[in-house]
Nanobody, 124 residues
Framework: QVQLVESGGRLVQAGGSLRLSCVASERTFGIYSMAWFRQAPGKGREFVAAISSRSGSIKSADSVKGRITISRDGSKKTVYLQMNDLTPKATGVYYC?????????????????WGHGTQVTVSS
């Protein structure tokens, strides 16, 4: 069972930047594709970005392209989400998901493991 723990969320002003982190408990972290999803108040979980396990291929939502960077550090069993030029629309709980069969797309239901989320609030 993989445990994921997100951190880095906080209150930030519009135009600011944040880096979220997600640490995995599993020592075979390298085999898992990892993704970030956002859930705004009263809405469903929305795909932000994903990174594959071995090649490090990346996918991101059109709405965040150019303003976010997803990366992973195998030695630290951590995946990061760097977010720049934040707007109030970025407000929500950010969840880290992990998947062990090679999928790294937009469907939240395909991810097997989830953290408890970290709250990001962007004030205008």
């Amino acid at each position: 069972q993989v445990q994921l723990v997100e951190s880095g969320g906080r209150l930030v002003q519009a135009g600011g930047s944040l880096r979220l982190s997600c640490v995995a408990s599993e020592r075979t972290f390298g085999i898992y594709s990892m993704a970030w999803f956002r859930q705004a108040p009263g809405k469903g979980r929305e795909f932000v970005a994903a990174i594959s396990s071995r090649s490090g291929s990346i996918k991101s939502a059109d709405s965040v392209k150019g303003r976010i960077t997803i990366s992973r550090d195998g030695s630290k069993k951590t995946v990061y989400l760097q977010m720049n030029d934040l707007t109030p629309k970025a407000t929500g709980v950010y969840y880290c998901g992990g998947e062990g069969l090679g999928y790294f797309g937009e469907e939240s239901g395909r991810y097997d493991y989830w953290g408890h989320g970290t709250q990001v609030t962007v004030s205008s």
